[in-house]
Structure formats: C-alpha cells, structure tokens
C-alpha cells in the first residue's frame, strides 16, 4: 500500500468553535475539506506518531466514511494503531473514557452533538488530547493555524476496512482494533455509582423512562439502565442510533425530547425521566411533575456528592460556566468548597479537574460531569440522579424543593434566538459593549445595575486568558443577565440570553420561572434592543 501525497489549499472557515469544527454535511463533503482539517491535526500535534489514536462518532450520516478517510490519513502520517469503536459509534463521554484508561495519545470524535443529522444535517470533528478532554484553546489556535497554510496531506492508498467486525487488521503499518464502544465505559460506571442500590431501587415500584433520541446513547442506556440495572425492556426508548435521529433533534430539552416529558405528567407519569444528545454528553433529568434545571443539577449533585461511592469523601470543588446559574456556588460555599466561574465550553474544565481542584462540573446548556472522564457525561449524570434517588428514596420533586428551602432557589431560563441575521446579532453584541460602563449603577426597571461586563477568564492552572467570552449585567440582589452569540451553530447567528434571579424565601420560590423572571427579561430587552437587532419577537428556544 502506498502513501499519497495530495497537493491541496487552505480553506478560511476552519476555526473550531465551542465544540470542535461543525458544518453543514455538504461542507464536509467537499474536495479536502476533512482531509485539510484531519492533517492540521496530525501536523501540529506530533505524539500521534508513534502513539494511538481513539476514532469514533455519533454514527451520524458521514459518520463511516469520515472514519475510513481518518483511518487511511492516520496510517499515512505514522500513528501505531487505533482503537475504533465497532460500527463507527463512540460516545463522547466514552471516548474520553477509552484515551484514558488505555493511555492513549488522543481521539477524534466525528459528532455535531445537539445539531440535526443526515444528508441536508450537519457533521462536525474535535481533537481530544492524551487526558481525554477536548483540546485546550492553544492546541485548537495551532490547528486553525495550520489549516490557514496547509499545501498537502497523507493519505494511504487502500480499500476500506470492516468496522463493524470486534477484529484486529493492519493498515499499512498501523494496528487498527475494533473495540466494544460500551464496555470499558460501563465498567467505569459500575466504579462510580452503587449499582447494587439502583438495582434494588428499580426492582421496587420505581418506574422511570430514558430517551436516548436515536442518538449515540442508545446502545449504552440498553447495557447500563436495562441489563445492569434490570430495568424492564423498554426503558430506553429510541434506543437505536439512526443516521438522521429518525429526523429529530437530538437536543434534550423541553422542545426537542417532548415525547418524553410528557411520560412525567399525568395519573400515569414516572418517577424518574431522563435523556441525552447525539453524541451523548449532555443530559435531561425529569421527575414527576418537576424539569430539573441544570443548573440545579449541578448545585444538588454536589450538594450530596458524598451520597456517590467514588465521592464518599467529599468533593474538592466545583466549577460552572459563566452563564450557569450561581446554584452551584451556595453549595461550594456552605461546604467551604473551591467555586470556579469558567467560560462555556467543556475545554475550560480539564485543568481545574487535571490538577484536582474540582470534582464536579456543569453547564446550562444540559452537561454535567465529574472526575471519573473529561468531557461532560449524560449517562453519568442520569445515574447519579439514579444514585442519589436510590439513597434518598423521596420523589425527584421533593429533593429539589428541599434544596432550594435550604440553598435559597435561582429562578434561570435560557432564551436562545436561533438562526438570526449574523450582522444584526454582531450588531447588538458590539453595540451593548460599547455601553457597558455607563450601565454601571444605572437603576434599570427599578434595579440597580452592580456590574456590566465583558467575561474575560484567566485559567488558574495555566494563566491562559480568554477574552469576549459573554456580557454579564449583573444587579444588587445578585440576579443577572448575559447575553453571547453561539460558537456551535453552522447557519447565521444564535443568539443566547440567560436570565437568573434569587429567591431565598421559600414561599415565593413555587411560581412560573418565566414569570418569575419577567422583570429581567424586559430588562434584556431594555438594554439589547433584541427584537429590532434580531427581526424577531420572541426566542425559537426556551429552556
Ligand atoms: C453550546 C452550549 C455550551 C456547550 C456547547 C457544546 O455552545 O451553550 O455550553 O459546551 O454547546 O455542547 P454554544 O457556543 O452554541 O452556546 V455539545 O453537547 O454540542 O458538545
Ligand atoms: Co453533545
């Protein structure tokens, strides 16, 4: 077999965004445009040669050939072998979980997460180094970097490999071994949760559903929840990958998974409810009657970390995203725990999680995660809400008031603008910066403003600082409003709106969160001018 050398050119839309690159399929299946991207990784990231490489996906259309196409460049540019999840599927979470304990160089995962799949859907890569996390922003720069300059990449020529065979091949001289894509990751659950607890939990009157959307968690759900767990047949639904999500949108929220949520109302509603996205990093937790923000998930997890084996001893601290609720950070403080504000996007976690001074995560956005990988995990945080439910034996509804009773209750939601006019939202960003300062102490709607800024984050481990990365109105009574533009989407603009407000009296804690929050929304819309920026009158999204 020989090694083509292909002469090509950069392209000038490469940079990776919050996640990695994501486009349109079509984009992807342009001349080079994979190849360019997959070289700039090999290029700049020179402990591939020699090591392994984990390859997996979501299974989503161009899941396989993408895979095929990595495979060939990954032989052709001197890596040792490659663990690749059988049939191309790979959870996100699972392969962090699989760089890790087998010690590997890095992974590729081919995955658009929450956005829809199939031919007219979107396909997307990310570059995850040796501690399984995503790549750090100076690792992604140097890849963007080099696709700015590419003239030419590796490729073997050869025939398509079998993936769907538990084999081992060579390919040119590189060991290629089609793993399991679920069995180290579940053995890593067994580790961290008690499944004897859960076990017992479910084989009682406990009854509970988990839609794993036609995405990448439906193979994991089965093995986990239904054979471990001994939950009936039928527990996961849309169990099988599909390469479009059945058509669906493979984002779990109260849009998207509405088939689900309406299993949790009603004579006959679960007691428990859960779901993930495509690739299987975030999650939805539902009880009866009750959405779980996640921001609340967070904040309650952490608050009975101790309720989880491999947490028996506490955790050292926690850390959120900047546009997460400030849930999290009255229990960091009542356990006199470690509290990081990070900006969005999982890359931000890894050195506080590497270096051990957080054990627990999350974002708004559905993503929650611990120690145990590092990358945010939807199945974890489905059985540590399975954990905690089997120790507490309460309904989902009742731990959540009780936590608010004590904590005080953050009142969030977030209103996303989908697919606006990418100037108009530039516009409105640039424009609101611009009047930051003179906000500051401004009485806006009968409250006063405490701060209005521009996030910027100095990472404590590396000092690395990231700029622009959201505008953050802050008032005296500590509620908020943040406004950034998506680095996720792959058509125009999204813009998001995050709203939080306070409320330590347990009377007033049961109202609607959207009129709760009434009053800032109006707010928003006071300072951002959104609906004459966007064209819009109201969000596409509410969570
Ligand atoms: C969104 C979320 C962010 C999350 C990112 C990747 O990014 O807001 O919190 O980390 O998606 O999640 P953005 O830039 O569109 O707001 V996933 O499940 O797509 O890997
Ligand atoms: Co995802």
């Known amino acids: 077999m020989t090694v083509l050398t292909i002469p090509t050119t950069p392209f000038d839309d490469q940079k990776p965004g919050t996640s990695g690159l994501r486009k349109q399929v079509s984009v992807f299946q ?3 445009y994979l190849e360019n991207f997959v070289q ?3 290029d700049t990231q020179p402990e591939l040669r020699g090591g392994t490489l984990v390859v997996g ?19 052709a540019n001197g890596v040792a072998s490659c663990l690749v999840g059988q049939g191309g599927i790979l959870s996100t979470p699972a392969t962090s979980c699989v760089i890790r304990k087998h010690a590997t160089a890095g992974g590729i995962i081919l995955s658009a997460s929450h956005n829809p799949g199939g031919p007219n859907g979107d396909f997307g890569i990310k570059f995850n180094t040796a501690n399984g996390g995503p790549a750090p922003e100076k690792v992604t720069e140097a890849i963007y970097a080099r696709t700015r300059e590419i003239e030419e990449y590796r490729i073997l020529d050869s025939e398509d490999i079998d993936l769907d065979t538990l084999e081992c091949f060579t390919l040119g001289d590189m060991h290629v071994e089609i793993i399991d894509p679920v069995a180290d990751y579940a053995e890593l659950m067994a580790e961290q949760f008690d499944f004897e607890a859960i076990r017992e939990l479910i084989a009682g009157d406990f009854r509970m559903a988990f839609d794993a959307m036609h995405a990448v968690t439906g193979p994991y759900a089965k093995e986990i929840i239904e054979n471990r767990l001994g939950a009936p047949a039928g527990t996961v639904m849309n169990g099988t990958p599909l390469e479009d999500f059945g ?14 949520v309406a ?3 009603g004579d006959d509603a679960v007691d428990f409810a859960a779901a993930s996205d495509g690739d299987g990093d975030r999650n939805m937790i539902l009880g009866r009657d009750i959405f779980v923000t996640p921001s609340d998930s967070l904040a309650i997890l952490a608050a009975n970390a101790t309720a989880f084996p491999a947490y028996k001893d506490g955790i050292p601290g926690v850390a959120r995203s900047m546009p997460t609720s400030q849930a999290a950070d009255r229990v960091a403080e009542k356990l006199g725990i470690e509290c990081f504000e990070t900006p969005t996007g999982w890359k931000f976690f890894g050195n506080l999680l590497d270096a051990g001074r957080i054990a627990f995560c999350g974002e708004e956005s559905f993503g929650t995660g611990s120690a145990h990988v590092r990358e945010k995990d939807g199945l974890w945080a489905v059985l540590a809400w399975l954990n905690l439910l089997a120790v507490r034996r309460e309904p989902v509804k ?4 009780a936590h608010w009773a004590e904590y005080g209750r953050n009142y969030y939601s977030r209103h996303d603008y989908e697919g606006v006019d990418k100037a108009g939202a530039d516009t409105l960003m640039n424009e609101l910066r611009g009047r930051l300062d003179e906000l500051v102490g401004v009485e806006l709607d009968g409250m006063r403003v405490a701060y209005a800024d521009d996030f910027a984050y100095t990472d ?3 000092g690395s600082v990231s700029h622009n990365q959201g505008i953050r109105i802050g008032f005296e009574d500590g509620s908020r409003i943040v406004l950034r533009l998506s680095g996720t989407g792959t058509v125009g603009a999204t813009l998001r709106l995050y709203i939080e407000a306070y409320e330590a009296e347990p009377a007033k804690q049961q109202q609607d969160t959207q009129q709760a929050l009434a009053r800032l929304i109006g707010i928003a819309e006071q300072v951002a001018f959104i609906r004459r920026h966007t064209g819009r009158e109201q969000p596409s999204v509410i969570t």
């Not at 009742?398 to 008031?401: F, R």
Request: overall charge neutral; glycine content about 10%.
């Open 30 to 32: 342009g001349k080079h």
């Open 40 to 42: 700039s990784i090999f």
């Open 57 to 75: 996906g979501d299974g989503r259309y161009y899941n396989r050939q993408a895979i095929q196409t990595i495979l060939r460049m990954a032989a």
């Open 247 to 260: 058509g669906g949108h493979p984002d779990p929220n109260l849009v998207y998974a509405a088939e689900l």
């Open 263 to 265: 299993k949790t109302v």
């Open 398 to 401: 009742d731990i959540v008031h």
């Open 460 to 462: 404590p481990i590396d």
